[in-house]
């Protein structure tokens, strides 16, 4: 199917998009305690969205070793290589406290990609690597959604499928949350500048054991926590290809993105009624924030050319950044630490703009590296080489 080469386009806006989440991933772990957790939720549902898209608008079957490993060629090798290279770094910050078995566990786990099984290994500093198992368990069960998207040919089917999605989220999350003492991952960064109440307590039962296997945050580290978002990507694809022109019109208008602001600010309520709002909350936010940062895409596309550009830029190179950054954040942030201990006199503004500013180039030498390394045949070499290993 032909889409249109109208310049104001939801497929022109999507690194747009990624590029804001990024940004409020990277600046959220440099200062906390506000809503840039979130930009994880975009990325969810710009995941269903392009993975959906690409097979639609090719008529490609998601199925079989090869469309499993073409997914795996994409995120696998350049996170193995981002793992690796950090485990120096997270060695010498954990010098600092006089124990290297820790940190060299983690390693292990984030390779193999169990780190998401246990609550004692969700924090640190490489604690954004749990998205990487996290969107390969929604690749896994992508061909059984797709196949149920195929046989829709309604909006009631299309409504009625996503209703069942989000049962199965919220009954996964209640019980993880009331059975499990679930933490949804970052809601202790869930803070609204204030305007909000801190978030409830989440409860606590159980005894940790075995490292909080399944327990805490754990059981938000799979995809039946946040498949109804990624369904909601998947639809948005579905609608695009069906009727381009009346899919941009609907959601790149003025009011689509207030009523999105609104759904998103209730989202930010649900965090702080009580443990039944967590339920339901990430769904809320993302369907919220999605539509809102659409219309902010549209309207920077529209009037601010050069913030567009420089956003979706960032967006291109989000994957890379997003695995590269934390561990440079909580790296310099120790030094500097130690720095004060050893009396060397910094203000707290010097000491901000010093982490933030060396972070920024760090991070940039760091994407830029493992982009190369993305981009030359290795990848494809190690991804052959595991095809090969399982024929």
Same mark, same amino acid.
């Given at each position: 199917?032909?889409?249109s080469?109208?310049?104001?386009?939801?497929?022109?806006?999507?690194?747009?998009?990624?590029?804001?989440? &990024?940004?409020?991933?990277?600046?959220?772990? *440099?200062? @906390?305690?506000w809503?840039?957790?979130?930009?994880?939720?975009?990325f969810?549902v710009?995941?269903?969205?392009?993975?959906? +898209?690409?097979?639609?608008? %090719?008529?490609?079957?998601?199925?079989g070793k090869?469309?499993?490993f073409?997914?795996?060629?994409?995120?696998?090798?350049? *996170?193995?290589?981002?793992?690796?290279? !950090?485990?120096?770094?997270?060695?010498?910050?954990?010098?600092?406290? /006089?124990?290297?078995?820790?940190?060299v566990?983690?390693? $292990?786990l984030?390779?193999?990609?169990?780190?998401n099984?246990?609550?004692?290994?969700?924090?640190?500093?490489?604690?954004?690597?749990?998205y990487v198992?996290?969107?390969?368990?929604?690749?896994l069960?992508?061909?059984?959604?797709?196949?149920?998207?195929?046989?829709?040919?309604?909006?009631?089917?299309?409504?009625? $499928?996503?209703?069942?999605?989000?049962?199965?989220?919220?009954?996964?999350r209640?019980?993880?949350?009331?059975?499990l003492?679930?933490?949804p991952?970052i +809601?202790?960064?869930?803070?609204?500048f @204030?305007?909000f109440?801190?978030?409830?307590?989440?409860?606590? =039962?159980h005894p940790?054991?075995?490292?909080?296997?399944?327990q805490?945050?754990?059981?938000?580290?799979?995809?039946?926590?946040?498949?109804?978002?990624?369904t909601?990507?998947?639809?948005?694809?579905?609608?695009?290809?069906?009727?381009?022109?009346?899919?941009?019109?609907?959601?790149?208008?003025?009011?689509?993105?207030?009523?999105?602001?609104?759904?998103?600010?209730?989202?930010?309520?649900?965090?702080?009624?009580g443990?039944? /709002?967590?339920?339901?909350?990430?769904?809320?936010?993302?369907? /919220?924030?999605?539509?809102?940062?659409? *219309?902010?895409?549209? $309207?920077?596309?529209?009037?601010?050319?050069?913030v567009?550009?420089?956003?979706?830029?960032?967006?291109?190179?989000?994957?890379y950044?997003y695995?590269?950054?934390?561990?440079?954040?909580?790296?310099?942030? %120790?030094?500097?630490?130690?720095?004060?201990?050893e009396?060397?006199?910094? !203000?707290?503004g010097?000491? !901000?703009?010093? &982490?933030?500013?060396?972070?920024?180039?760090?991070?940039?030498?760091?994407?830029?590296?493992?982009q190369?390394?993305? =981009?030359?045949?290795?990848?494809?070499?190690?991804?052959?080489?595991?095809?090969r290993?399982?024929?």
């Amino acid at each position: 199917m032909k889409i249109s080469k109208n310049e104001f386009n939801i497929l022109n806006l999507t690194n747009f998009c990624k590029g804001i989440a &990024i940004a409020w991933v990277v600046l959220v772990h *440099y200062q @906390g305690q506000w809503f840039g957790w979130q930009g994880v939720h975009i990325f969810i549902v710009l995941s269903g969205f392009g993975l959906t +898209y690409s097979c639609l608008s %090719r008529n490609e079957n998601p199925q079989g070793k090869a469309w499993y490993f073409r997914r795996i060629r994409k995120l696998l090798p350049v *996170y193995w290589l981002t793992v690796l290279c !950090s485990l120096p770094l997270l060695i010498i910050l954990q010098m600092f406290q /006089g124990e290297i078995k820790p940190n060299v566990v983690q390693t $292990f786990l984030d390779f193999f990609l169990l780190r998401n099984f246990f609550e004692q290994f969700m924090s640190g500093p490489t604690s954004a690597f749990w998205y990487v198992p996290f969107i390969l368990s929604c690749y896994l069960v992508f061909p059984l959604l797709y196949s149920f998207l195929r046989k829709c040919s309604t909006i009631w089917d299309y409504l009625l $499928f996503l209703s069942a999605v989000s049962i199965i989220e919220f009954v996964y999350r209640a019980l993880a949350i009331y059975w499990l003492d679930g933490l949804p991952i970052i +809601y202790s960064h869930s803070q609204f500048f @204030g305007l909000f109440p801190d978030p409830v307590a989440p409860l606590d =039962r159980h005894p940790d054991q075995i490292f909080g296997l399944f327990q805490r945050r754990a059981p938000f580290g799979f995809f039946p926590s946040r498949i109804a978002e990624f369904t909601l990507g998947a639809l948005a694809a579905v609608a695009l290809i069906r009727d381009n022109h009346k899919v941009n019109q609907t959601l790149l208008n003025r009011y689509t993105g207030l009523v999105g602001m609104l759904i998103w600010i209730v989202g930010q309520v649900l965090l702080c009624v009580g443990l039944w /709002g967590w339920i339901f909350a990430d769904f809320v936010i993302s369907l /919220g924030s999605i539509l809102w940062i659409l *219309y902010l895409a549209y $309207f920077c596309q529209k009037f601010i050319s050069n913030v567009f550009k420089w956003v979706t830029l960032l967006g291109v190179w989000s994957y890379y950044i997003y695995l590269t950054h934390e561990p440079f954040i909580r790296a310099l942030r %120790r030094i500097v630490l130690k720095l004060f201990s050893e009396g060397i006199n910094l !203000s707290t503004g010097t000491a !901000s703009v010093l &982490i933030f500013g060396l972070t920024i180039a760090l991070v940039y030498v760091a994407s830029w590296l493992i982009q190369k390394f993305d =981009r030359s045949k290795i990848p494809d070499q190690v991804v052959h080489k595991m095809s090969r290993l399982l024929d």
